[in-house]
């Protein structure tokens, strides 16, 4: 077994050895890690650094001899979410896994990674695995979304300018006509009015939500708006899918438009319901990570968006011919679609300062939104909800 590990930096990565009892004489551990082109580490059950691959130590900018017994709060910002998967893989004793997962620290800087995380001696020590994605990724996601939430917003405001202008023709028209009529002969032209009347005033709210009135924003409950969706979900075209919240109890409010942002949500949730089949399951998860901040290209500065929504589907994932163009209006991956759906999402979430971005894969697909936080409300939580099944 020595002759495994001989080649091993330290003398103190006796606990590394445990992984490795299995290897053929003629494998040195050593080398086998270092020829990993993703960053390997050990941590402890006080989440101090045991062991570090050569990837690893070029991520924590740090040899191991240096980063040696070392916690990894020195290296990450304690308010990341890497540290609530280790617990969870301690408590649950399996493995943890995320995708899209952002770091920050002095040393590190910011990284978006997708983790693993493996308990493997029972003593609570942790096999961490890392995989670093270009950053390049995500700033076009947000790109696209943000080009998106624009186009909409202006055919909106264009739509509703164009078509407010004949409805005004067509309802004078049929109060004229109503004038000439007897008072049993108006059933038509009263119909008339009234359509009109209810055009008219979706039309006012396609403007609003374009920016040509404004929105009132108040303090809003996402769990509630989340449980208020699915509750609707369950109740008639996501009957056949396995609900699952993932909730974060210390998740703050948001200023926001509830009748908006349910509209948003009721539209991601059906698309993954419409994208799964009898055994489709849903996941719903939130985050608070008051470090959070994201850049896109249309702005130099970082946004600063703490709370995070993930939807995620089992489904068939998104068709590849338009992934580049999901949020655009009239692109739509089911027949019969009209393409808006995702469009009003994209412009919905702009407007609460927001931003959008969507991983697929056959097999599973995440909607990932982020917000920020209520300014008056950033110690205020929203209520604990434990992880449920409907």
Do not use: W
Not at 33 to 58: K, Y
Request: proline share 4%; hydrophobic share 45%; aromatic share 6%.
């Amino acid at each position: 077994m020595s002759d495994k590990v001989s080649n091993l930096k330290s003398d103190d990565d006796v606990g590394i050895k445990n992984i490795f009892r299995h290897l053929p004489d003629n494998l040195a551990a050593s080398q086998i890690l270092a020829s990993l082109p993703n960053p390997v580490f050990v941590l402890d059950s006080e989440n101090q650094f045991q062991f570090l691959n050569h990837a690893a130590e070029m991520f924590f900018q740090s040899s191991q001899s240096i980063v040696f017994a070392q916690a990894l709060q020195s290296f990450i910002a304690a308010d990341s979410p890497l540290f609530s998967m280790l617990i969870r893989a301690r408590n649950q004793n399996r493995s943890v896994a995320d995708q899209g997962l952002e770091l920050a620290g002095p040393r590190v800087g910011y990284k978006l990674v997708n983790v693993q995380i493996t308990p493997f001696d029972g003593k609570g020590s942790l096999l961490v695995t890392m995989q670093e994605r270009a950053l390049a990724e995500r700033l076009r996601g947000q790109s696209l979304f943000r080009g998106a939430a624009r186009s909409v917003t202006s055919m909106a405001a264009m739509l509703a300018h164009e078509v407010k202008n004949p409805l005004a023709g067509i309802k004078g028209a049929a109060q004229l006509l109503e004038a000439d009529l007897e008072a049993n002969e108006t059933n038509l032209t009263r119909m008339i009015v009234e359509e009109t009347d209810r055009v008219t005033a979706l039309l006012d709210r396609m403007e609003g939500f374009a920016g040509g009135a404004s929105v009132v924003m108040t303090t809003v409950n996402i769990h509630e708006v989340l449980d208020h969706c699915l509750e609707l979900a369950a109740a008639s075209y996501g009957a056949h899918l396995s609900i699952k919240r993932a909730y974060d109890p210390s998740l703050p409010f948001v200023e926001g438009h509830r009748d908006l942002l349910i509209q948003a949500f009721i539209n991601i949730i059906k698309n993954a319901s419409e994208a799964t089949d009898k055994n489709g399951e849903l996941i719903i998860k939130t985050s608070y990570a008051p470090g959070r901040r994201l850049s896109i290209t249309s702005i130099a500065e970082q946004l600063h968006v703490p709370i995070q929504v993930e939807v995620i589907d089992n489904g068939r994932g998104i068709p590849e011919d338009i992934r580049d163009h999901l949020f655009d209006p009239f692109v739509s991956g089911r027949v019969g679609g009209s393409g808006l759906g995702l469009a009003m999402v994209a412009s919905v979430i702009a407007d609460h300062g927001g931003l959008m971005e969507v991983e697929t894969v056959t097999g599973e697909t995440v909607f990932r939104l982020n917000f920020p936080a209520t300014t008056a409300q950033q110690t205020k939580r929203a209520p604990k909800n434990e992880e449920t099944a409907l």
